[in-house]
C-alpha cells in the first residue's frame, strides 16, 4: 500500500527479493499537473507495468474493497507512505501490517519527516519499520537503521538517501519475519518528542526573527519541495537556496539588502542570509545574479 516514488521503488526492491506481491493498493488516479491530465501514482503505474492487480478504493472502508482485499489471502500488508487504515484493513491477513517510517521512531512522528530532521539540524536520520496500531506511529519497531544527515543535506537527497535504506531495511524486515527470527520493541515515550506535522503554506513561510543558523536549515528541509517562501513587493517569493554569513549589525530582521548586481541578502539577528536560487511570483526559477538583471532593486521594502 503506497503512493509516491519512495514507496515505488520500496516495490520494486520487494519484487526483486522475491517476494510474491499479490496485491497493490493505491490512491485513485486524479488530474495534475499543468493541463490537469488524469494521473495515477507511481506506485499504481509501476504496478501496472507488472501486470499486479492494482486495487485503487477512494474508501477504505468500503465493504465491496475490504471483500475484493480480503480475497487475496495475503499473509501481510505492507505501508509505505499511504494513508491512515481502518482496523479492518490493518488486523486482515494473519501477520498482520507493517509500515516503514522515514525517521527513528519515536521521533518525528508524522507527515514530514525527512523535513523537519533537516529543519531542526539533526545530525543523523534513519528508517524504522514498525507493526501498525490504532495511534499513527506508534506501534512495536520491528527494525530500525540510521543515517548521517550530511552539512549540506536538502530533503530531497536525505529522501534518497532513506528510500535506499528503507527497502534494505523492509526486505530484512519481511525475511526475519517469514523465518520468525524477528523480535518487536515497544516504543518509549520521551519527554523530548518531535513531531513531524503536514507542510502547508503557514508553517513553510520563513521567520526572520529566528537564527541564521535556523533558516539555513529551514531552507534545507524544505528544498526541492514544498520551498521555503517569504514576501517581496508584494508578491511571494520561494527560495531554493541560501546562504548564512554571521555579522554584527543593527538593523531589524527581515530587510532585503543588494547592490543590484550581485547579492540579494535579508538581516537577521545575528547576520545575514544570501538567497542564492529563488522564484518570484509570475517568474520563472533563477539565479540570484539573473534576477538582479532585471529586478528593480528601488522597490525593495522591509517583510
Known sequence: M??????????EKMLSAGFNVVAVISAPDKPGGRGMKIQSTPVTTYAKEKNIPCLQPTNL???????ELK???ADIQVVIAFRMLPQSVWNMPPLGTINLHASLLPQYRGAAPINWAIINGEKKSGV?????KHEIDTGGILLQKECPIEPNETSGSLHDKLMMLGADTMIETLEKISNDSIEETPQIELDNLKGAPKLYAQNTAINWDTTGEQIEHFVRGLQPYPVAHTQLDGKKLQIYRASFSPQDHNHPSGIFFT??????????PNGYIHLLEIKLQGKRKMMITDFLNGFNAKGLEPV
Open 259 to 268: 547592490d543590484q548586481k550581485k547579492y540579494l541578502a535579508v538581516s537577521v
Open 128 to 132: 524504522t519499520t514498525f507493526r501498525l
Open 2 to 11: 503506497g503512493n509516491p516514488e519512495f514507496a515505488r521503488y520500496h516495490l
Open 71 to 73: 480475497s487475496y489471502n
Open 61 to 67: 472502508k468500503n465493504t465491496e474493497f475490504q471483500k
